[in-house]
């Protein structure tokens, strides 16, 4: 069974950068579309990035698109979020998320989830 652990976060200063990566074991992740997502105490949780399982299609929430970059290694098992510019409204919980088709959107259902990784954004 697919497991996802996400790793990373932490606290920044407005104007940095952080990079989180998502590290899959129990199954190829090759085979799964994955997603970011974060979530605030009190809002919905929204999609961030999402990215198909060869690598080739990436999709971004408006507000993150030319500062954030999603990008995978699927002989390492591993996606991830370089995050630059950050700006305080990106603080958040992010969770990685698994698909297991090869294509996706962020408002696309995913099926596993990964435990999540603080990303606070703060001077």
């Known amino acids: 069974q697919l497991r996802l652990v996400e790793s990373g976060g932490g606290l920044m200063q407005p104007g940095g950068s952080l990079r989180l990566s998502c590290a899959a074991s129990g199954a190829n992740l090759g085979y799964y579309a994955i997603g970011w997502f974060r979530q605030v105490p009190g809002k919905e949780r929204e999609g961030v990035s999402c990215i198909s399982a060869g690598g080739s299609r990436q999709n971004y929430e408006d507000s993150v698109k030319g500062r954030f970059t999603i990008s995978r290694d699927n002989a390492l098992n591993t996606v991830y979020l370089q995050m630059n510019n950050l700006k305080p409204e990106d603080t958040g919980v992010y969770y990685c998320?698994?698909?297991?088709?090869?294509?996706?959107?962020?408002?696309?259902?995913?099926?596993?989830w990964g435990q999540g990784t603080q990303v606070t954004v703060s001077s």
């Open positions: 998320a698994a698909r297991s088709v090869t294509h996706c959107t962020i408002r696309s259902t995913f099926d596993l």
